[in-house]
């Protein structure tokens, strides 16, 4: 059965995450009844990274099999006619039958908004933590560097994180305000692989030194400490976009 590799796109706001679930829509569900009505059978889907529930991507991965070749844009456009405005397949491509979205994967960027603005802004409450001041940007950037690297960073995990080995490889994590948007902080987060809220757990790590309760020295002691309690709080999931899923030889540590 030829495989195609989809770039999927999505609000995360109305979705109980990635993955199928029995409490609530998901995207892979939708994205799945959506493909069977183009394929005229079931077709399964396997998401690069499973977003949490209220989280965005720009250009989440999907692998997929289906029964005969089809055109690359009849797929998108034949597909994006069965599903929500929030979610959209922006491309399509025939690709080898061994690529796997998830196991083939050698790393992500993600990226943490922000909003800093005293009232509330509309074109920001769904996809921006609103903190309501201004954070100390120079504190940010300090706390950053100091989780870039190669650490064990158990104290960056939620409770029930299954994963057995804890350290991981941050590539990148930078702290940037938009040129066109200066009340609006990035946290961009790129590494190899994450635990589960790790990310949000970084960004809510950061969002405290910013606010001066937590010093790098703090941060530092954290990552060869492993007591989650001292961390940061996990950020809200509704800032959250899986920006990038990298392909090809895994680089580092």
């Not at 995207?27 to 396997?46: F, H, S, T, Y």
């Not at 941050?170 to 790790?198: N, Q, Y």
Request: with cysteine; net charge positive.
């Amino acid at each position: 059965m030829p495989t195609y590799r989809l770039t999927v796109r999505y609000d995360g706001t109305d979705f109980c995450g990635w993955q199928r679930q029995k409490n609530g829509p998901s995207i892979q569900e939708a994205l799945e009844d959506a493909l069977g009505k183009v394929a005229k059978q079931p077709v399964i889907c396997r998401g690069a990274g499973r977003t949490d529930a209220g989280v965005h991507a720009l250009a989440q991965v999907v692998s997929i099999e289906l029964p005969r070749v089809l055109p690359d844009k009849a797929l998108v456009y034949g597909v994006n006619n069965h599903l929500p405005d929030s979610i959209a397949v922006m491309d399509a491509q025939l690709v080898e039958d061994d690529f796997d979205a998830r196991h083939s994967s050698s790393g992500k960027l993600y990226r943490y908004q922000i909003w800093t603005g005293k009232i509330r802004s509309p074109l920001h409450t769904r996809n921006h933590w609103h903190v309501g001041h201004p954070l100390d940007l120079d504190k940010m950037r300090q706390a950053a560097a100091v989780l870039v690297g190669r650490h064990d960073f158990r104290a960056f995990r939620a409770a029930d994180c299954e994963r057995q080995t804890t350290v991981r490889w941050m590539k990148r994590i930078e702290v940037t305000v938009p040129p066109s948007d200066p009340e609006v902080i990035h946290i961009e987060v790129e590494g190899t692989a994450f635990l589960k809220h790790m990310v949000r757990i970084l960004s809510g790590t950061i969002v405290a030194a910013g606010r001066g309760k937590l010093t790098t020295e703090a941060i530092a002691e954290l990552l060869q400490s492993g007591d989650r309690s001292k961390a940061g709080q996990t950020a809200p999931a509704l800032g959250l976009v899986l920006v990038r899923v990298d392909y090809g030889r895994r680089e580092g540590p």
